[in-house]
């Protein structure tokens, strides 16, 4: 499986913060005692920043200080931890599309899901997407300009590559009526016959028909992505901002809502031969 480095900051974050609540600490007694040993600059901004993993490239000598602090003492779990470090310093390949990703959260926790469970109501999922959908999507978002569109698509083609990986994650995605009936005409039956093409046993659409009426996920698309060993992640996006959810509290109610649409919508079988029916219509 690849590794993400992305992922490996989210895990850093949670052992360390885990450390500090074992040892009954509070963020300012830590603050406080990193700076007297007079490694790195440290304030409770910096300690509240590595443990919301809102920290871009982990300092090793910051992690190791830290395990001084909480009492790490034994040397495979010490090494263990800066290696960590040093794994989540490395940079991913979105990283040279920052300028259309952004930091990449989002891909970089995709890359290495076991599996991927996802709702869209509007849109044809991105992982299922052909290059001619993305590029009308992103025309249909106000982009107009062409090497800016170019990027997107690139970037957007270049995460499907999970997709044909012998590791590749299982994803199950469940597509509103509603979005297949937008897909622009001229690019409807490539997009159509993408979606049946690229069903396997770890790829499975289902398609939820207008005919289920109100639903459990009518307040929007969502993503649910599991993960080996770190707990799951539910992700939302609008046209304003995108959040991940990670309490266990809201994974499960969205485990809940998706499993509610999931026997709403057609099974896979159906949802084949609604998809096959599109395209002689």
């Known amino acids: 499986m690849a590794s993400s480095p992305t992922l490996r900051r989210r895990r850093l974050s949670r052992h360390l913060r885990e ?13 406080t005692e990193a700076k007297k040993r007079g490694v790195g600059r440290w304030s409770r901004g910096k300690l ?18 830290l395990l001084d602090i ?5 040397p495979e779990q010490r090494q263990a931890y800066v290696t960590l470090a040093k794994q989540a310093r490395q940079r991913g390949w979105w990283v040279g599309y920052s ?4 930091k990449g959260a989002y891909v970089g926790l995709e890359i290495e899901a076991s599996r991927i469970r996802t709702y869209q109501a509007l849109l044809i999922p991105g992982l299922l997407q052909t290059a001619g959908y993305a590029r009308s999507a992103m025309r249909s978002a106000g982009i107009t ?10 970037a ?3 995460r499907k590559q999970i997709l044909g990986n012998p590791d590749s994650p299982r994803v199950w995605a469940i597509i509103d009526e509603a979005a297949l009936r937008k897909i622009p ?5 490539e997009q159509i016959r993408y979606l049946l093409d690229v069903q396997r046993p770890e790829v499975g659409v289902q398609v ?16 649910i992505l599991d993960f080996p060993e770190d707990p799951s992640v539910v992700y939302r996006e609008d046209i304003l901002a995108s959040a991940f959810y990670e309490d266990p509290r809201e994974i499960s109610r969205c485990e809940v809502i998706y499993d509610h649409v999931h026997a709403s919508a057609l099974s896979v079988e159906d949802s084949r031969a609604f998809l096959e029916a599109l395209l002689t219509t």
């Open 19 to 31: 450390l500090r609540e074992a040892k009954g600490y509070t963020a300012q007694y830590v603050t």
């Open 48 to 65: 509240t920043r590595i443990e919301n993993n809102e920290w871009t490239r982990p300092s090793p000598k910051d992690v190791e200080v």
């Open 70 to 74: 909480y009492k790490v003492t034994d």
């Open 99 to 102: 300028d259309v990703l952004g």
């Open 145 to 154: 300009d062409t090497d800016e569109i170019q990027r997107h698509v690139e």
């Open 156 to 158: 957007r083609m270049l």
């Open 185 to 189: 005409p001229e690019i409807r039956e």
């Open 208 to 223: 939820l028909p207008d005919s289920a009426g109100l639903h459990a996920a009518t307040a929007g698309s969502f993503v």
